[in-house]
């Protein structure tokens, strides 16, 4: 979905948003595993997985951010685009089943180094929280936004 174009200007420190709930399934991390080769056993293999210390497979750190990124991009802001992630934490395992909502939450503002009349750099804490509230990964998505000039 398009919205209106938000610029530098328009974002405020402290303002946050909040997602649905969304299931991660079985068939999550089996397309996940084809998709990146990643076919580690915790992941894949459910009779060794029931012998470690979580007792069942695990998702892959990297599907639940791309998930957890996936469901904060609803809306398309022409005048931002992503810049990457930083300091991206895989706090606690999910697990098939699992539940996870997202919490994003501007943190900071700063001008562009280069192009401080026409650019800005906004931060944006992402939490993920399973279904019992329990933080299962953070981190900080860079957004690079035009300014009004």
Same mark, same amino acid.
Do not use: C
């Given at each position: 979905m398009i919205?209106?174009?938000?610029?530098?200007?328009?974002?405020?420190?402290?303002?946050r948003r909040t997602t649905v709930g969304r299931t991660i399934t079985e068939a999550d991390i089996v397309i996940h595993a084809g998709q990146t080769g990643d076919f580690f056993p915790h992941h894949m293999d459910a009779e060794w997985a029931a012998t470690q210390p979580m007792g069942a497979r695990?998702?892959?750190g990297t599907l639940v951010l791309s998930i957890a990124v996936g469901m904060t991009a609803g809306d398309i802001n022409?005048?931002?685009?992503s810049y990457g992630y930083?300091?991206?934490?895989? =706090?606690?395992?999910? &697990?098939?089943?699992?539940?996870?909502?997202?919490?994003?939450?501007?943190?900071?503002k700063r001008d562009h180094v280069k192009r401080p009349d026409e650019l800005g750099y906004v931060d944006e804490l992402v939490t993920v929280l399973n279904q019992r509230g329990e933080t299962v990964l =953070?981190?900080?998505? &860079?957004?690079?936004?035009?300014k009004r000039s």
């Amino acid at each position: 979905m398009i919205t209106a174009d938000r610029w530098f200007e328009d974002y405020e420190v402290g303002e946050r948003r909040t997602t649905v709930g969304r299931t991660i399934t079985e068939a999550d991390i089996v397309i996940h595993a084809g998709q990146t080769g990643d076919f580690f056993p915790h992941h894949m293999d459910a009779e060794w997985a029931a012998t470690q210390p979580m007792g069942a497979r695990i998702a892959h750190g990297t599907l639940v951010l791309s998930i957890a990124v996936g469901m904060t991009a609803g809306d398309i802001n022409p005048q931002s685009m992503s810049y990457g992630y930083d300091r991206i934490r895989f =706090v606690k395992p999910v &697990l098939i089943g699992d539940t996870v909502t997202v919490s994003a939450e501007i943190v900071g503002k700063r001008d562009h180094v280069k192009r401080p009349d026409e650019l800005g750099y906004v931060d944006e804490l992402v939490t993920v929280l399973n279904q019992r509230g329990e933080t299962v990964l =953070v981190l900080t998505h &860079l957004y690079l936004v035009n300014k009004r000039s």
